[in-house]
């Protein structure tokens, strides 16, 4: 068996906590419709919160806030961002962790849904520690709920899916697809919840559990 040779991570949920996205997409954006419809700020989220879930999150459409600026007749989402910027924060364990994998030998990307856009800002201080960042809704217009997109990243790093583990917290995008395109993926569940030898409940227990396992293969 061939030691992992890269380490792909999920965005938010896993590195970052939901509370950027969360306050553009369900705060900023409501607020500043509401003030150019003259409407109440509830008004407008109910409104905007149900044309999200006609898109749904399946769609390349729903991560892409120059789509929905559009769609909402809204301008300057750079600034939406940068006003936004001070709710960005990372799990505690996280530069620790990266730090440690790195010195362990791996190379770390990053394979998100989120855009580029969004992306900029959610790994501004952790670049450093990435050989590559892959977006696949700006990069591929497509969601990573497919193994086949994994593979490709993958052999665009230069590895194989066998010579790759990738860590998320969601099971039909984190997990599921890269098992099935050949990669070792952990599902970081940050609740506690479920138990299993591929399941962890942080960032350093990943880390433990990947050394272990690439120590006895
Ligand atoms: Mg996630």
């Not at 750079?78 to 924060?89: C, K, N, P, T, V």
């Not at 590559?132 to 230069?158: C, M, P």
């Amino acid at each position: 068996m061939v030691k992992a040779r890269v380490v792909s991570f999920d965005v938010e949920g896993t590195i970052v906590t939901p509370s950027f996205s969360d306050y553009v997409w369900l705060e900023a954006i409501p607020r500043l419709y509401a003030r150019n419809r003259g409407i109440s700020f509830q008004e407008a989220k109910a409104f905007i919160t149900k044309e999200y879930e006609k898109v749904g999150m399946d769609k390349p459409e729903w991560y892409d806030i120059a789509y929905w600026f559009k769609r909402f007749n809204l301008e300057n989402f750079q600034s939406i961002l940068e006003d936004s910027f001070h709710r960005l924060a990372y799990y505690p364990e996280v530069k620790e962790v990266l730090e440690g994998l790195r010195g362990d030998g791996y190379r770390l990307i990053i394979i998100s849904n989120s855009s580029r856009e969004f992306l900029r800002f959610q790994i501004k201080e952790l670049e450093d520690y990435f050989d590559q960042v892959f977006s696949t809704t700006s990069d591929f217009a497509q969601t990573k709920h497919h193994a086949e997109l994994y593979s490709r990243i993958y052999s665009l790093t230069g590895v194989t899916p066998q010579q790759a583990v990738h860590v998320g917290d969601r099971l039909d995008s984190d997990f599921h697809p890269p098992r099935k395109a050949g990669a070792i993926a952990y599902h970081l569940d940050r609740s506690g919840r479920n138990r299993g030898e591929y399941v962890v409940r942080d960032l350093v227990e990943f880390r433990e559990k990947l050394n272990r396992f690439d120590g006895c293969r």
